[in-house]
C-alpha cells in the first residue's frame, strides 16, 4: 500500500520524522500551477526537504502540470489551455524533480498531448534518475542550483539557471566526473563535454538546464 498525505504549505521540515514514519509520500507544496511564482519557489522548498529523502519515502513536490492542463477550469479558476511555461523551464521542472526523486505525476490531458511533451514527459535519463539517483545538493542560491546524483553505474550532474538572462556558470566538477567526458541529455546534437578541468564553464539559458550524464 502507499499512502500519500497531503499538509500542502502546512509542511515543515520539523515534522519530517513523523511524514516518513507514517507515510510513503507527503505534499510539501500547495497545488502546482503553472506561473512563475511556483517555478521561483519550487526549487527552495525541494532544495529544503532534500535532505529527508529515504528508501520509504519522499517529499512530494505535487503534480507537474506539463502539457494540456485545466481541462475542468473550476479546479483552478482557468480556461484548459498548454501549460505557460517556456520549452527550456518545462525541461528544468521536469529535470528537478526528477533529481530530487520526487514522485513524477503528471495533470494533463494525454489525449491531447504533443510529440514534444511526450519526449519530456518520458525522457529516460530523468526517470532513471528518479528511480535509482542519490541526490546531493552541490550549491542552492537564488540564481543557481547545482545536483550531483550517482545511479546506478553513471554520475549527473544538473546545473540551472533561476535567472531571465543567460548565464556562463562556473561548476566544480565533482570527483566522480572528473577527468570524465559527459553529454547534455537534452541536447542530443551536442558533442561531449571535457570534464579534465576542475572547474568547467557551461553557458544555459533563461531559466534552463544542463543535465550531463558521465560517459561509460
Known amino acids: 500500500m502507499v499512502l500519500s498525505l497531503s499538509p500542502g504549505n502546512h509542511a515543515e521540515t520539523a515534522d519530517a520524522g513523523f511524514y516518513a514514519a507514517h507515510s510513503t509520500m507527503w505534499r510539501i507544496t500547495g497545488d502546482f500551477w503553472d506561473n512563475q511564482m511556483n517555478f521561483t519557489r519550487c526549487f527552495d522548498k525541494i532544495a529544503e526537504w532534500n535532505s529527508f529523502i529515504h528508501n520509504d519515502g519522499w517529499p512530494d513536490a505535487d503534480m507537474l502540470p506539463l502539457g494540456w492542463i485545466c481541462e475542468n477550469p473550476h479546479v483552478s479558476g482557468d480556461e484548459p489551455r498548454i501549460c505557460r511555461f517556456t520549452d527550456e523551464e518545462?525541461?528544468?521542472?521536469?529535470?528537478?524533480?526528477?533529481?530530487?526523486k520526487s514522485p513524477l505525476f503528471l495533470t494533463c490531458n494525454l489525449l491531447r498531448n504533443t510529440d514534444d511533451f511526450l519526449s519530456v514527459q518520458t525522457q529516460p535519463d530523468c526517470?532513471?534518475?528518479?528511480?535509482?539517483?542519490?541526490?546531493?545538493?552541490?550549491?542552492?542560491?537564488?540564481?543557481?542550483?547545482?545536483?550531483?546524483?550517482?545511479?546506478?553505474?553513471?554520475?549527473?550532474?544538473?546545473?540551472?539557471?533561476?535567472?531571465?538572462?543567460?548565464?556562463?556558470?562556473?561548476?566544480?566538477?565533482?570527483?566522480?566526473?572528473?577527468?570524465?567526458?559527459?553529454?547534455?541529455?537534452?541536447?542530443?546534437?551536442?558533442?561531449?563535454?571535457?570534464?579534465?578541468?576542475p572547474i568547467v564553464t557551461l553557458a544555459v539559458p533563461p531559466h534552463g538546464v544542463i543535465l550531463l550524464r558521465k560517459i561509460l
Do not use: C
Open 90 to 100: 518545462i525541461k528544468s521542472l521536469m529535470t528537478l524533480f526528477s533529481i530530487a
Open 127 to 197: 526517470i532513471y534518475l528518479n528511480q535509482y539517483g542519490n541526490p546531493e545538493i552541490l550549491l542552492s542560491d537564488s540564481e543557481t542550483h547545482i545536483w550531483h546524483s550517482e545511479a546506478g553505474d553513471s554520475d549527473y550532474l544538473a546545473v540551472f539557471n533561476r535567472t531571465e538572462s543567460e548565464r556562463n556558470i562556473e561548476v566544480e566538477i565533482p570527483g566522480e566526473l572528473a577527468g570524465k567526458q559527459a553529454v547534455n541529455v537534452w541536447d542530443s546534437r551536442a558533442k561531449p563535454i571535457n570534464l579534465s578541468d
